[in-house]
């Protein structure tokens, strides 16, 4: 048996979620693709050392270090589906990137 792409599990999952709003929220995720920016900044935390990150929405570059990224990756993680959804189209742009940082810094101590 092959593995599931990333997209082939969210499709399998929707099967198995009771409320509605989940279904819708997972589906939108799905249309957005947007996890390709929190896979880069897991890159940029492995790596350990700051790296540029193409958002899709306005094509922009952003240089990101290794603490923003944490913070952000963190962030996402522990967010609710519905939120992680508003969170994933705000680091679509160079401005709701540069938000999310900032509030992500904030909400992590070191």
């Not at 979620?17 to 947007?34: C, G, K, R, S, T």
């Not at 999310?100 to 101590?109: A, D, G, H, Y």
């Amino acid at each position: 048996m092959s593995p599931l792409s990333f997209q082939e599990f969210r499709i399998k999952t929707l099967v198995n979620l009771p409320d509605p709003d989940a279904v819708i929220n997972e589906m939108a995720l799905l249309m957005l693709d947007e996890e390709p920016v929190i896979d880069e900044l897991k890159v940029i935390i492995k790596k350990k050392r700051d790296d540029k990150v193409q958002l899709p929405g306005d094509k922009s570059k952003v240089k990101v270090d290794v603490a923003s990224a944490t913070a952000v990756v963190n962030v996402f993680k522990n967010l609710h589906s519905r939120n992680q959804t508003k969170m994933l189209q705000m680091l679509q742009k160079k401005s709701g990137f540069e938000r999310m940082v900032k509030f992500s810094l904030k909400q992590t101590s070191f």
